[in-house]
């Protein structure tokens, strides 16, 4: 039996044993490439900016964006990335660690998790499929904020199920923790970060008649503790900025959700394809899973169970209902999935259930035709994001997870699954940022045109972007002035005077033909209609496949 087998079979392995291992190994993927590729637009550009900013000024209580008040997010990820520069300095491994530690340990959760509460096996098996996972692995390894809201969340969630039970030891030890991970969670994303926790503990408590949890639940201590964590940071920022209250909590909370202000609106089914591609190779079990979880209601571990399936499906429907959606936003809903897939896959290695056998075969289909699909994108693509090379690859190793699930589905053997999807999974995971990625910084990064700013920008040099572009900042270590739109700025442009920073293209018409040197960062698409707007000739120093850096000297 091979040493991956012993690996999932075991029954009897030390928990530090197991933690080890499955840090080590996550771990090294997590971290693989992370600063070799330049930091994507604009989400990875604004959290690289606002803790440089922080570090610059030595202000960690008012976040600021191209140095103009930004209210949009607390400043939990900002910190952590401020700490990560202090120590790996200001580049991208830095900008990315602290979320990639937050996907690895999110691992490590589900992991001790599963093994506390359903066994040693389940959690080994939903540990490593929420690592493989295609969604949670690239989201992990970029800088954003629901990643670390993902963590905190779960954490606080699973410490709350373990101090419920009559006979966990350590009750108080995991009802604080609930307390503090929910406010951090708060301090990651702001009043999401307890309305999740309530919404599904309200909702377990409510189903399952269990008020009396209320009794034992620590919560004015509880409260104090999460008080004392959460509060200090929006007292002090409300103290230094009296017009942060109403735009954080109103603007950004429930004019977000209520209305479709921000221009993210999505149809209500819009992440039922993302949760799809996200959990890929091992969405195929969903419904499965949520099935068994209902036949085992009657079992030892069904309360687990259905605290899981209440976890999920809240959280789902309740983005779906919000009239702001994004990608990650159903990242907290990925760990509970992976422990009821994870449990589900076990009982059928026990012979309880053969409840994977028609997902394995869909799973094994669908995963093949990925692979063709993959395959022939890139020569009908008018400009595919891969290259040749890499889309036989991506391709290949898709058409061998469809394989290997079919494979294991005629054979009726769980461990062949879970083995074959694994491994190939995390053959992507090695090679797949370095191809798909690295061909997206053309599109989605400004690293070169910013490092040419910071490179041919004198003191009296005016810097002006066509839009927020986020990164510019970072890379070049420079205010920039902004004009054809303030875009997330615009809150923060109405704080001060700021005028000088803001412009009209008759302003900056009149700047570009101004003795000042000025860089301007334009489209690649509005050259034409700059040539005709100025006097001054300009003259292209940088560019990229969408940017065009412009000097009028």
């Known amino acids: ?86 120590v790996f300095g200001e580049n991208e491994f830095a900008v990315r660690f602290p979320t990639a530690l937050c996907g690895v340990l999110t691992v490590l959760l589900v992991y001790y998790a599963g093994r506390r509460l359903f066994g040693r096996r389940e959690g080994v098996v939903a540990s490593l499929m929420l690592g493989s996972c295609t969604g949670f692995m690239v989201q992990s390894r970029l800088a954003i904020t629901d990643i670390l809201l993902t963590f905190c969340l779960s954490t606080s969630l699973i410490c709350f199920f373990l101090a419920v039970q009559g006979d966990e030891k350590h009750k108080n030890s995991f009802y604080y923790l609930f307390y503090a991970f929910a406010a951090l969670a708060v301090l990651s994303k702001g009043l999401i970060g307890i309305l999740l926790p309530g919404i599904v ?29 959460s509060a200090p940071w929006f007292v002090l920022v409300s103290l230094k900025n009296p017009e942060f209250a109403g735009f954080f909590f109103i603007h950004e909370h429930f004019e977000r959700f209520l209305t479709k202000v921000h221009g993210r609106y999505q149809p209500l089914w819009f992440f039922l394809p993302v949760l799809f591609v996200g959990m890929l190779p091992w969405s195929f079990f969903i419904p499965s899973a949520l099935r068994s979880a209902w036949r085992s209601r009657n079992q030892s571990a069904a309360p687990f169970r259905f605290f899981l399936v209440i976890w999920s499906l809240l959280i789902f429907l309740f983005f779906s209902k919000s ?45 093949a035709l990925i692979g ?14 891969v290259t040749l090379w890499g889309g036989w690859t991506i391709g290949l ?108 293209k008759a302003q900056l018409s009149a700047l570009w033909d101004s003795k000042r040197p000025v860089l301007s960062l334009i489209r690649r698409d509005y050259l034409p209609e700059f040539k005709v707007m100025v006097r001054t000739p300009p003259r292209i120093v940088s560019e990229n496949r969408k940017f065009v850096l412009i000097s009028n000297r």
């Open 1 to 86: 039996m091979s040493a991956l087998t012993r690996f999932f079979l075991s029954r009897d392995s030390s928990l530090r044993k197991d933690l080890t291992v499955l840090f080590l190994l996550f771990g090294a993927i997590y971290v693989q490439f992370l600063g070799r590729i330049p930091l994507f637009e604009p989400d990875e550009g604004r959290y690289a900016e606002i803790p440089r900013e922080m570090l610059e000024l030595g202000d960690f209580v008012t976040p600021l964006l191209n140095y103009v008040k930004y209210f949009e997010k607390p400043p939990l990820l900002y910190w952590l990335n401020a700490i990560s520069m202090v």
């Open 201 to 229: 503990i309200f909702t377990y408590l409510l189903l399952t008649r269990s008020w009396r949890l209320l009794g034992e639940m620590r919560l004015f201590s509880g409260i104090t503790l999460f008080l004392a964590i």
């Open 323 to 367: 009239n702001s959606k994004m990608i990650p936003y159903i990242l907290p809903v990925y760990p509970p999935l992976a422990l009821l897939i994870g449990s589900a896959l076990v009982k059928s290695l026990d012979g309880e259930s053969r409840f994977f056998r028609f997902s394995a075969r869909f799973a094994g289909l669908f995963l």
């Open 372 to 385: 063709i699909a993959a395959i022939g994108y890139v020569y009908i693509a008018p400009e595919p994001i």
């Open 397 to 504: 190793i898709f058409l061998l997870q469809g394989i290997l699930a079919l494979v294991a589905a005629f054979r009726q053997d769980t461990v062949c699954l879970v083995k074959g999807l694994f491994c190939s999974a995390l053959v992507l995971m090695l090679i797949g940022p370095a191809i798909v990625l690295g061909q997206l910084v053309e599109i989605k990064s400004l690293k070169s045109i910013g490092l040419a700013v910071r490179r041919l920008a004198t003191p009296d040099t005016v810097v002006v972007s066509q839009y927020v572009r986020q990164g510019l900042s970072f890379y070049s270590h420079r205010r920039v002035v902004i004009f054809d739109g303030v875009g997330e700025l615009e809150f923060g442009s109405r704080q001060g005077d700021n005028k000088a920073w803001f412009i009209d």
